[in-house]
């Protein structure tokens, strides 16, 4: 499968590097990881982990500190470039990979949906015909044409969300990477934005790398990836990952409530698989047990 990012080494630091580097912090540190085209990940990490500067650094919001962001092949950074080629190619690279931040207000810079879903492929320099099109299939695709007149203040997080999301769709990206983008919504809004996301993903084969503090959220994920301190400490399925509470909660994460629940049940002599991820899996293998 074709990769569409890939993190050669790289490392970032929000403070100033020092000539002693030994003292430096690190928000992201060492990082080798390869993305597929069409992969569905989650990323996982307690606050401070390093996981949303590593989405930063996948559109060139940052720029590492050593070694090297490829998008599409494409370096996010070159040293000795001029301002006009840098910019060139940082646009270059946000037309492959999209991101969607936590907060929706922060990204809806218009007064009615539809002209704020137009803003970014007018930036880009998009005929009007077509601005019109991406626009209408955008807000579908979201379930959010309807509302294409409304203004966004009134919308509720979750729509706004799907707004934002629109918004990126609007520029055709590859990838659509979201930043903890469900974060302050409640839990319809959640799963308003999460269906949204697995939508995309099915029909429109667009890769998604989504960064989330809920476990829920990431068992739907192909893989899970999970950093800490700056380095990644867990890359695998859904069922690798959570098969392995212990070293989870070392690093001060949990595991889903169902796998939580079938390890419960197990310590008391009902011995549940290790690998179970939701409430469907934990009855099934329950009735099981009960059955026999």
Same mark, same amino acid.
């Given at each position: 499968?074709?990769?569409?990012?890939?993190?050669?080494?790289?490392?970032?630091?929000?403070?100033?590097?020092?000539?002693?580097?030994?003292?430096?912090?690190?928000?992201?540190?060492?990082?080798?990881?390869s993305i597929k085209?069409?992969?569905?990940?989650?990323?996982? *990490?307690?606050?401070?982990s390093g996981k949303?500067?590593?989405?930063?650094?996948?559109?060139?919001?940052?720029?590492?500190?050593?070694?090297?962001?490829?998008?599409?092949?494409?370096?996010?950074?070159?040293?000795?470039?001029?301002?006009?080629?840098?910019?060139?190619?940082?646009?270059?690279?946000?037309?492959?990979?999209?991101?969607?931040?936590?907060?929706?207000?922060?990204?809806?810079?218009?007064?009615?949906?539809?002209?704020?879903?137009?803003?970014?492929?007018?930036?880009?320099?998009?005929?009007?015909?077509?601005?019109?099109?991406?626009?209408?299939?955008?807000?579908?695709?979201?379930?959010?044409?309807?509302?294409?007149?409304?203004?966004?203040?009134?919308?509720?997080?979750?729509?706004?969300?799907?707004?934002?999301?629109?918004?990126?769709?609007?520029?055709?990206?590859?990838?659509?990477?979201?930043?903890?983008?469900?974060?302050?919504?409640?839990?319809? *809004?959640?799963?308003?934005?999460?269906?949204?996301?697995?939508?995309?993903?099915?029909?429109?084969?667009?890769?998604?790398?989504?960064?989330?503090?809920?476990?829920?959220?990431?068992?739907?994920?192909?893989?899970?990836?999970?950093?800490?301190? *700056?380095?990644?400490?867990?890359?695998?399925?859904?069922?690798?990952?959570?098969?392995?509470?212990?070293?989870?909660?070392?690093?001060?994460?949990?595991?889903?409530?169902?796998?939580?629940?079938?390890?419960?049940?197990?310590?008391?002599?009902?011995?549940?698989?290790?690998?179970?991820?939701?409430?469907?899996?934990?009855?099934?293998?329950?009735?099981?047990?009960?059955?026999?």
């Amino acid at each position: 499968m074709e990769e569409i990012l890939r993190f050669d080494n790289v490392s970032f630091s929000y403070d100033e590097i020092t000539e002693d580097k030994a003292k430096t912090e690190y928000a992201v540190k060492n990082v080798s990881l390869s993305i597929k085209k069409g992969e569905y990940i989650a990323i996982l *990490g307690h606050n401070g982990s390093g996981k949303s500067t590593l989405a930063k650094l996948s559109n060139a919001i940052l720029m590492p500190d050593e070694g090297t962001v490829y998008v599409e092949g494409i370096p996010t950074f070159v040293v000795g470039e001029t301002e006009e080629v840098e910019l060139e190619r940082t646009m270059k690279i946000r037309q492959h990979v999209g991101m969607v931040f936590q907060n929706p207000d922060n990204q809806i810079v218009a007064t009615i949906v539809e002209e704020d879903v137009a803003f970014g492929p007018e930036n880009l320099g998009v005929d009007p015909i077509e601005i019109r099109k991406r626009v209408d299939e955008s807000l579908k695709a979201v379930g959010m044409y309807e509302y294409r007149g409304h203004e966004p203040h009134k919308l509720s997080g979750g729509q706004k969300q799907r707004v934002a999301i629109a918004g990126i769709l609007a520029m055709q990206p590859d990838c659509l990477v979201l930043d903890e983008s469900t974060a302050m919504l409640d839990p319809r *809004g959640r799963r308003e934005v999460m269906n949204t996301v697995r939508k995309l993903h099915d029909e429109l084969s667009m890769t998604v790398v989504f960064i989330t503090h809920f476990m829920d959220e990431a068992v739907t994920a192909d893989r899970v990836v999970v950093m800490d301190e *700056g380095s990644v400490i867990m890359d695998g399925t859904p069922r690798e990952v959570f098969s392995n509470p212990e070293k989870l909660r070392s690093v001060g994460l949990d595991v889903p409530q169902a796998t939580e629940f079938s390890n419960e049940l197990s310590k008391i002599g009902l011995l549940m698989p290790n690998d179970i991820l939701n409430a469907d899996e934990c009855v099934t293998s329950l009735s099981t047990l009960l059955e026999e």
